[in-house]
C-alpha cells in the first residue's frame, strides 16, 4: 500500500484496514509455528503497512487536535 493510497482513504476505511492487517499478521506468526512459511517477507511488508496507516491516522487526529 503506498502513501497515497492512505491518504485516499478516510478514518473508517483506515480503522477497517488497521484490523485486517493485524489479523492478518497475527495469522502469519500462527501458521509460522505450524508450518513452514514461502515468503517471510510478508512480515515486514504488513508491519509496514500498519505502520503507515498509524501514522496518517496519527496526523490527521494531530491536525483535528491542532485546528480546534
Do not use: Y
Not at 510478508?42 to 501514522?55: G, M, S, V
Request: glycine letters at 0%.
Amino acid at each position: 500500500m503506498t502513501p497515497k493510497e492512505v491518504r485516499k482513504l478516510n478514518d473508517e476505511e483506515l480503522d477497517v484496514e488497521i484490523e485486517r492487517l493485524k489479523r492478518r499478521h497475527f495469522e502469519l506468526r500462527a501458521q509460522s509455528v505450524t508450518e513452514k512459511i514461502e515468503d517471510t517477507s510478508q512480515f515486514t511488508k504488513i508491519k509496514k503497512d500498519i505502520a503507515r496507516l498509524l501514522t496518517e491516522q496519527n496526523a490527521r487526529k494531530a491536525a483535528a487536535t491542532a485546528e480546534a
